[in-house]
């Protein structure tokens, strides 16, 4: 049986760079070519900030876009959730920086730290703080800068990340619309094997420690595409459940963009046609916790989601985190 929804996506938008960085681009930088690039990731081309474009450039284009697409003013805003690891600056929180440029002044915000989960972590703690807390008109946002803490020397890692912010407006629901269930997860003991070891207090970002990339991504690729697959049809799974729904109801799919090879073996775990996965990792690369927010706004400026859509997104990331949700519009 169906859920009765606590709250629904009034609106949404998305923001990328102008600037495109393409795997001939790469090419030229790091040992690596566009087939290799193509055949090992579907990755053809990702959006890079431009200098002087830090994250909050971003999210406050996709904020705006989403508030006009829900009719919603700034000052209706009571809460702004932000998920990022590539904020403007340590602290305060981008989502402060945020409210105060797109003039959301009655908000509280935050940043949450939950990687590529981090727009997933975001959805679960607003529907509770709209449950719980009174909370009306929630922005919801996932972004990142991760071009940022790339190395530019490390092949492993730099062909796979681009930057880009997607958000959403979330009002109560008074129907059947709405946010049928949500699942979060996380396992600390695997955060070694995507993380950057340095400019926290760990390691602080001495010359010595920056000299030696340590605010860089870390990757041990192999092993993380394993547990890519695996958590994301686990956290599928539960929140179908949860929903009282099986994987065949879902009209759309819409996986983390990673990696196309993830997001086939996700399809695939679930007997999806490739008509209803939704794939863009090919124009975008990995945007971590912008993929689903960026995704969601594509997929229904192009009509993949119309009304009546059920959707289901799932997420994974560095923590180890993985998180999905079933979305009825
Ligand atoms: C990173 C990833 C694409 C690598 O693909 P893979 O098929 O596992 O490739 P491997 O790591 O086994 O490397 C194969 C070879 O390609 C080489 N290689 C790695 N990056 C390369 C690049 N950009 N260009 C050319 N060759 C490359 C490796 O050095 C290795 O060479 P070797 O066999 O001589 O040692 C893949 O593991 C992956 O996508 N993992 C998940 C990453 C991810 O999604 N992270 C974010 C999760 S939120």
Redesign the pocket.
């Known amino acids: 049986m169906k859920q009765k929804p606590t709250m629904e996506i009034l609106g949404t938008g998305r923001a990328v760079p102008d600037r495109i960085l393409t795997n001939k681009d790469l090419e030229q930088i ?4 566009d087939e ?2 193509i055949t ?2 579907g990755i053809r081309e990702r959006h890079i900030a431009n200098p002087g474009e830090p994250l909050s450039t971003l999210v406050v284009k996709a904020a705006e876009r989403a508030l006009t697409d829900a009719g919603v003013a700034p000052e209706e805003i009571d809460l702004i959730i932000l998920g990022t690891v590539t904020g403007d600056s340590k602290f305060p929180a981008t989502a402060c920086v945020v409210q105060e440029l797109i003039g959301a002044v009655n908000a509280a915000a935050f940043d949450i730290s939950a990687a ?1 989960s981090g727009f997933l972590y975001g959805m679960q703690i607003a529907e509770s703080m709209m449950l719980h807390g009174g909370y009306r008109r929630i922005l919801l946002v996932g972004g990142e800068v991760l071009s940022s803490m790339v190395n530019w020397q490390d ?2 890692t730099c ?2 990340f681009g930057d880009g912010a997607g958000a959403v407006v979330l009002g109560p629901s008074h129907g059947e619309k709405g946010i049928l269930s949500t699942y979060i997860k996380s396992d600390g003991s695997f955060r070694n094997l ?1 993380y950057s070891p340095g400019c926290g207090s760990l390691n602080p970002p001495t010359p010595e420690n920056v000299g030696q990339m340590l605010h860089t991504i870390r ?1 041990e ?2 092993e ?2 394993r547990h ?1 697959v695996t958590s994301m049809s686990d956290a599928l799974n539960q929140a179908l459940d949860k929903a009282g729904l099986q994987a065949d109801d879902l009209s759309l799919l819409i996986p ?1 963009q ?2 196309l090879r ?1 997001i086939e073996a996700v399809g695939k775990r679930f007997h999806a046609p490739a008509d209803k996965v939704y794939v863009n990792v090919d124009r975008y690369g ?1 945007t971590s916790a912008a993929s689903i927010p960026i995704a969601i706004d594509e997929a229904r400026e192009t009509g993949r989601i119309s009304s009546g859509s059920l959707v289901g997104m799932v997420t ?3 923590g180890f985190t993985w998180a999905a949700a079933i979305v009825q519009f």
């Open positions: 790091v040992d690596t070519s290799w690039i090992r990731t590529c092949r492993d062909v796979l995507l990757m690729g192999r993380v595409f890519a983390h990673a990696n993830i990995n994974f990331g560095a």
